[in-house]
């Protein structure tokens, strides 16, 4: 807990925390004209947090982000990390900032990763807007939120070769099966299908 931090109020949750006990937090929140929401974690506790404010209309909430470590998340939206993110949580300026989810409504913070099973190639194709990423085989493809519009950048991964990172509203892939990591979660399954996009709402960063 940084100094900065010590005196306020506080709730201890698992690294992910569960929908009740961001709930437990919401009556407090919806009773101040200003509502502010620290979050102490990694890019998947935010994400958590995020995605269940999307999913009850609460986007309008504040969020300062304290991340102990760098992250991606901490470095895609310029937050610092220890107490120096803990000062900019609580002095920072709150800031309409894009967010980016998935078809399946969870929100992205850092990074997601897709490949194929098992870690295996990615075989497909890749779309950011209209510009094609890829058809074919890959080792991976990576998207990241960014802190501007439009909001998205994919890159491909081809084995030890430079990335060149592509920016846009929307990144969309297709395979025989997929596997999305998102902010270190893999999913326990693959899909035939995955994208990212800018919500049409964006979330309050405090920075």
């Known amino acids: 807990m940084p100094i900065a931090l010590a005196s306020l109020p506080t709730t201890q949750t698992a690294a992910i925390p569960?929908?009740?006990a961001i709930d437990e937090l919401l009556p407090v929140l919806a009773a101040d004209s200003l509502p502010r929401l620290i979050v102490l974690g990694e890019d998947a506790g935010l994400a958590a947090v995020l995605t269940h404010?999307?999913?009850t209309e609460r986007l309008h909430v504040e969020i300062g982000y304290v991340p102990v470590d760098r992250t991606y998340g901490s470095r895609a939206y310029q937050t610092g990390t220890g107490s120096a993110a803990a000062?900019?949580?609580l002095d920072g300026k709150p800031t309409p900032t894009p967010l980016i989810r998935d078809d399946t409504g969870k929100v992205l913070v850092g990074r997601a990763t897709i490949t194929g099973r098992d870690g295996a190639k990615l075989e497909g194709e890749g779309y950011v807007d209209d510009i094609r990423l890829f058809t074919g085989k890959v080792t991976a493809l990576h998207v990241s939120p960014t802190l501007d519009e439009p909001g998205i950048r994919a890159a491909v991964q081809r084995g030890l070769r430079r990335r060149r990172w592509v920016s846009g509203r929307a990144v969309q892939v297709g395979s025989p099966g997929a596997v999305v990591t998102r902010d270190?979660?893999?999913n326990d399954r693959t899909v035939p299908?995955?994208?990212?996009?800018?919500?049409?709402e964006p979330w309050i960063l405090v920075r």
Do not use: E, N, P, V
Request: hydrophobic fraction near 30%; aromatic fraction near 10%.
């Open 184 to 186: 270190g979660i893999a």
């Open 53 to 55: 404010l999307l999913r």
């Open 87 to 89: 000062k900019r949580a």
């Open 18 to 20: 569960d929908t009740t």
């Open 193 to 200: 299908r995955s994208s990212f996009y800018r919500h049409d």
